[in-house]
């Protein structure tokens, strides 16, 4: 005989059967909750005693765990790189030599020149910061000529044009180039210096000789006045405002390593310490924290380029390095914070590069 169905028991035991499977499945999680709770509490501990033995045992209160994911803490942003205290820089479209160079606007002009046929050009290159492009031209071919910058307007003054000796002044305004009152004395191979608001020619030779008288232009007034003479006239001399002074180092017939400063104030002339070697035909320009730089130009034998270049702080010429790409006859300019050098000769006479260069102050960049 078979094994009797539910329907063959009384109600009240088949209701009370059919209780039991549910309470022994409530029992039983229960159970299990209570196993994993105690699993997590022992996890927990581990980790806290772990993380106390990894801290070095320091008895330190050890914060609640939160019940939280804990996001994955974020990468450290890479440092800056140190920009080099040299580098190569996009070349100008052709090459020149003996160029005026100053930056206006946010843009870098390199201006006049020879090409390697001698001639002197009115050609003007401008350096966005990307890439070079031609601007307005010069109103006459200039070699050896000098620029500033003075109130974001780029200046230009003197230079030869094809032998003829220059006194011209002109001013870029937007895309054309205004004539302004020239020079009582014209000169080449000069530095032109825009200091407190004013512009100082200094140095410089015609075919005459060196040029003594120092010239300073107001441009409210459009005038030249002549200041000091230049204790020792000279061309090829490399410009910088430097203890607040319109200062020029170098130069030559003959070649010096004298460097004197004219104070404005004062209408007077002082000489400060001299450069290392003498030196005529490179670039000097102050850095916005006071630091002199001067690179390149021609030994006093004028045969040899002189590659290494030097700085200034307090008084004093230290070496820093050799130039990339050594050369004279250029003009150095400020832009973005760094020192350009675009252009000039590779070796002594006519030898003109398209090479662009830029310097750090060597007192604040790593090399």
């Known amino acids: 005989m078979g094994r009797a169905g539910n329907h063959d028991q009384p109600a009240a035991l088949r209701s009370r059967r059919a209780l039991l499977p549910e309470r022994e499945r409530l029992y039983r999680r229960r159970v299990l909750a209570g196993r994993k709770l105690v699993e997590v509490r022992r996890a927990l501990a581990a980790m806290l005693m772990l993380a106390a033995c990894s801290s070095g045992g320091a008895a330190q209160a050890s914060p609640s765990p ?3 994911v804990a996001s994955p803490s974020p990468s450290p942003s890479p440092s800056p790189s140190p920009q080099p205290l040299q580098r190569a820089e996009p070349s100008l479209p052709v090459p020149v030599e003996e160029t005026a160079a100053a930056a206006a606007g946010g843009k870098l002009y390199v201006m006049g020149g020879f090409n390697a046929a001698g001639q002197s050009l009115a050609s003007v290159y401008v350096f ?3 890439a070079w492009a031609s601007g307005p031209r010069l109103p006459l071919g200039l070699d050896h000529p000098s620029a500033a910058t003075l109130d974001d307007h780029v200046y230009i003054a003197g230079g030869h044009s094809n032998g003829a000796d220059s ?8 895309d054309h180039w205004t004539a302004l009152a020239s020079m009582h004395n014209p000169r080449g191979g000069h530095a032109l210096i825009g200091l407190s608001g004013k512009l100082y020619a200094i140095g410089g030779n015609t075919s005459r000789g060196n040029v003594a008288p120092v010239e300073s232009f107001d441009p409210t007034a459009n005038t030249w006045t002549v200041v000091a003479s230049l204790p020792q006239p ?9 203890g607040g002074g319109a200062c020029v180092a170098g130069g030559r017939s003959p070649t010096t ?13 002082s000489s400060v310490v001299n450069l290392p070697v003498a030196t005529s035909g490179g670039g000097a320009i102050g850095f916005e924290n006071g630091d002199v730089i001067l690179l390149g130009g021609q ?12 700085y200034a702080t307090a008084q004093s010429w230290s070496k820093a390095g050799t130039m990339l790409s050594p050369r004279h006859g250029f003009q150095l300019a400020m832009f973005g914070g760094r020192a350009w050098a675009c252009g000039g000769g590779s070796a002594p006479g006519l030898h003109p590069v398209a090479t662009c260069t830029s310097l750090g102050d060597p007192a604040s960049l790593n090399g």
């Open 257 to 269: 390593a004298r460097v004197d400063c004219f104070d404005p104030f004062s209408n007077a002339w």
């Open 167 to 174: 006194a011209r002044l002109f001013r870029l305004d937007g």
């Open 299 to 310: 030994d006093a034998n004028e045969t040899r380029i002189v590659s290494e270049f030097v």
């Open 128 to 130: 966005d910061g990307t």
């Open 66 to 68: 939160s019940l939280a």
């Open 234 to 242: 000279r061309n090829h001399v490399m410009g910088f405002v430097g």
